[in-house]
């Protein structure tokens, strides 16, 4: 057997007490199309990070063409043959699609001329990608889908022999990833290089690459052909299914969240769209929440891994709140599951006090329209952010002052807030310590993962200024506060629109759209 092009040998990574990557290994050799795929929060982005260069281990060793890496920046890892993309394509937006390939060229790819000389220019890099006819026209103006494609030039420009794929079929329709399938086996197939492809779409994946490793908890769980991981009872448990005794019920009513999106967004444009997206062997329906009765008649709202896009669904007891009389299943769900949210945020981690200041963005979501009326209850002066579309919502339901993101930077308007409370965290945490009065305090409760390692691992270390993210614990002792407060007007759970279970699709592209204020359920 081939010596492997990469190693990774007992690489582990912590973040302070946690333990996000235990003792991976993982070899790959010449010309392997190899998938990773696990459950979010399984450690495969981290992972990834470390194989690039992008993150040092804590412990373990990293190893290309036997050269020990560990430790080294992402350029070192490049100038030996390992090239990555990332999540959000990283692109020189102001620079023409063939000037971000020819920075590729000159500054990685210069060092590894004689790695693999198929492409003469920029030019032939973009051909090669169908983006021919992008090769003038600025990154910025491009389609999402095609800047992934540019940021894959950019990675074959640096001459790599290991490339490095992190989540490239996000975003796309049924068509781009068809496109995009077809691409990455045409890089192992002409270009001769060893691929690593990180996904979601995990039916795509598992019919493109010929080796899968799964990882859960931070280690790996299963590692061998495709056929035979998709058939192994602990990947179908850890994918498919909470895998614990609970309680059947019938799903009566589903929110469609917008973390659901990434994993339906090749589905979207199919007139017969298919929920399961993980294939026939490896089922995986999305949603993680539903309304319903159980088969003693209780009517209760649940929390789920998966499952919730359907009329049946399983969830663990810990997870199951009865719903009280006189409250239909859509409101449940906004009180019970979102209200329990914003409740924890100002009961058990902000504590804002009457008169502070707080910031909220997201703020005409189902969790941020209800912070806002919580803040204001509490006397607070609020400031919503969120798109155009929605300041007459937010400023119905009582916030003080509203942003349109599209428009202004809140962290750029000359305000000091008491209290920043992000719950789409879309950039780094360290933006908002200019907006934070003297004690001030940032919590993140939802977004990328950058600012959220931003504000877990450097936030407690910060005086003064306090970054945290907030981790909800759900308790069936609070719902009573919670549904007190819906009684006495406090709060008033706002549910947008609601849609069949056949028109899912129709509730996704709401979502998506961003014009949905409050709650959008399906009721099957």
Same mark, same amino acid.
């Given at each position: 057997?081939?010596?492997?092009?990469?190693?990774?040998?007992?690489?582990?990574?912590?973040?302070?007490? &946690?333990?996000?990557?235990?003792?991976?290994?993982?070899?790959?050799?010449?010309?392997?199309?190899?998938?990773?795929?696990?459950?979010?929060?399984?450690?495969?982005?981290?992972?990834?990070?470390?194989?690039?260069?992008? &993150?040092?281990?804590?412990?373990?060793?990293?190893?290309?063409?036997?050269?020990?890496?560990?430790?080294?920046?992402?350029?070192?890892?490049?100038?030996?043959?390992?090239?990555?993309?990332?999540?959000?394509?990283?692109?020189?937006?102001?620079?023409?699609?063939?000037?971000?390939?020819?920075?590729?060229?000159?500054?990685?790819?210069?060092?590894?001329?004689?790695?693999?000389?198929?492409?003469?220019?920029?030019?032939?890099?973009?051909?090669?990608?169908?983006?021919?006819?992008?090769?003038?026209?600025?990154?910025?103006?491009?389609?999402?889908?095609?800047?992934?494609?540019?940021?894959?030039?950019?990675?074959?420009?640096?001459?790599?022999?290991?490339?490095?794929?992190?989540?490239?079929?996000?975003?796309?329709?049924?068509?781009?990833?068809?496109?995009?399938?077809?691409?990455?086996?045409?890089?192992?197939?002409?270009?001769?290089?060893?691929?690593?492809?990180? %996904?979601?779409?995990?039916?795509?994946?598992?019919?493109?690459?010929?080796?899968?490793?799964?990882?859960?908890?931070?280690?790996?769980?299963?590692?061998?052909?495709?056929?035979?991981?998709?058939?192994?009872?602990?990947?179908?448990?850890?994918?498919?299914?909470?895998?614990?005794?609970?309680?059947?019920?019938?799903?009566?009513?589903?929110?469609?969240?917008?973390? +659901?999106?990434?994993?339906?967004?090749?589905?979207? %444009?199919?007139?017969?769209?298919?929920?399961?997206?993980?294939?026939?062997?490896?089922?995986?329906?999305?949603?993680?929440?539903?309304?319903?009765?159980?088969?003693?008649?209780?009517?209760?709202?649940?929390?789920?891994?998966?499952?919730?896009?359907?009329?049946?669904?399983?969830?663990?007891?810990?997870?199951?709140?009865?719903?009280?009389?006189?409250? +239909?299943?859509?409101?449940?769900?906004?009180?019970?599951?979102?209200?329990?949210?914003?409740?924890?945020?100002?009961?058990?981690?902000?504590?804002?006090?009457?008169?502070?200041?707080?910031?909220?963005?997201?703020?005409?979501?189902?969790?941020?329209?209800?912070?806002?009326?919580?803040?204001?209850?509490?006397?607070?002066?609020?400031?919503?952010?969120?798109?155009?579309?929605?300041?007459?919502?937010?400023?119905?339901?009582?916030?003080?002052?509203?942003?349109?993101?599209?428009?202004?930077?809140?962290? %750029?308007?000359?305000?000091?807030?008491?209290?920043?409370?992000?719950?789409?965290?879309?950039?780094?945490?360290?933006?908002?310590?200019?907006?934070?009065?003297?004690?001030?305090?940032?919590?993140?409760?939802?977004?990328?993962?950058?600012?959220?390692?931003?504000?877990?691992?450097?936030?407690?270390?910060?005086?003064?200024?306090?970054?945290?993210?907030?981790?909800?614990?759900?308790?069936? %002792?609070?719902?009573?506060?919670?549904?007190?407060?819906?009684? +006495?007007?406090?709060?008033?759970?706002?549910?947008?629109?609601?849609?069949?279970?056949?028109?899912?699709?129709?509730?996704?592209?709401?979502?998506?759209?961003?014009?949905?204020?409050?709650?959008?359920?399906?009721?099957?």
């Amino acid at each position: 057997m081939a010596d492997p092009l990469l190693s990774a040998r007992g690489v582990t990574v912590r973040f302070g007490g &946690l333990l996000a990557v235990d003792e991976m290994a993982l070899d790959v050799r010449a010309r392997e199309l190899i998938g990773i795929i696990g459950p979010n929060g399984a450690g495969k982005t981290t992972f990834f990070h470390t194989l690039s260069g992008v &993150l040092a281990p804590s412990a373990g060793r990293l190893l290309v063409h036997g050269h020990d890496l560990t430790g080294q920046a992402p350029h070192v890892f490049a100038a030996h043959g390992v090239a990555r993309t990332f999540q959000t394509p990283r692109v020189f937006r102001d620079m023409t699609a063939r000037a971000n390939v020819t920075f590729a060229l000159s500054f990685a790819g210069r060092r590894r001329r004689h790695a693999h000389d198929v492409f003469d220019d920029a030019r032939s890099i973009l051909r090669f990608l169908g983006l021919g006819d992008d090769a003038d026209r600025v990154a910025g103006a491009l389609t999402p889908s095609r800047q992934r494609l540019l940021e894959v030039g950019m990675a074959l420009g640096a001459r790599p022999e290991v490339l490095l794929l992190d989540e490239v079929a996000a975003g796309l329709t049924e068509r781009e990833l068809e496109t995009m399938v077809a691409l990455i086996r045409r890089v192992r197939d002409e270009l001769g290089l060893a691929v690593v492809w990180i %996904e979601h779409a995990v039916r795509a994946l598992m019919g493109c690459v010929e080796r899968v490793v799964v990882l859960h908890q931070g280690r790996k769980l299963a590692d061998g052909p495709s056929a035979e991981v998709a058939r192994d009872p602990a990947v179908h448990e850890v994918l498919a299914a909470p895998g614990n005794p609970g309680i059947a019920e019938e799903a009566r009513c589903i929110p469609v969240a917008a973390d +659901d999106l990434p994993g339906l967004v090749a589905l979207v %444009e199919r007139e017969d769209v298919d929920l399961t997206v993980v294939g026939p062997e490896v089922p995986l329906v999305l949603g993680g929440e539903v309304a319903g009765t159980t088969p003693d008649g209780t009517r209760v709202v649940a929390l789920l891994r998966s499952g919730g896009y359907a009329e049946y669904a399983v969830a663990h007891e810990a997870t199951v709140f009865p719903i009280p009389d006189g409250v +239909d299943d859509g409101t449940a769900l906004a009180l019970i599951i979102q209200g329990l949210t914003a409740w924890h945020l100002f009961r058990t981690s902000a504590k804002l006090a009457r008169g502070e200041s707080v910031v909220i963005v997201s703020g005409a979501g189902g969790v941020g329209s209800l912070a806002v009326q919580l803040a204001k209850a509490a006397g607070a002066e609020v400031t919503a952010v969120d798109n155009g579309t929605k300041q007459e919502f937010l400023r119905g339901i009582g916030a003080d002052h509203v942003v349109d993101y599209e428009r202004d930077d809140v962290t %750029e308007l000359g305000g000091r807030y008491d209290l920043v409370l992000d719950l789409a965290a879309h950039r780094s945490a360290f933006t908002w310590r200019r907006v934070l009065a003297p004690e001030g305090r940032y919590l993140l409760v939802g977004g990328d993962v950058q600012p959220l390692l931003q504000a877990a691992v450097i936030g407690p270390a910060l005086r003064h200024r306090r970054l945290r993210v907030l981790a909800v614990r759900f308790r069936a %002792e609070d719902v009573a506060p919670v549904l007190d407060l819906w009684s +006495d007007g406090t709060l008033t759970p706002v549910i947008d629109a609601r849609f069949a279970l056949d028109d899912v699709v129709d509730a996704l592209r709401r979502v998506g759209k961003g014009s949905a204020c409050g709650k959008v359920v399906v009721l099957p």
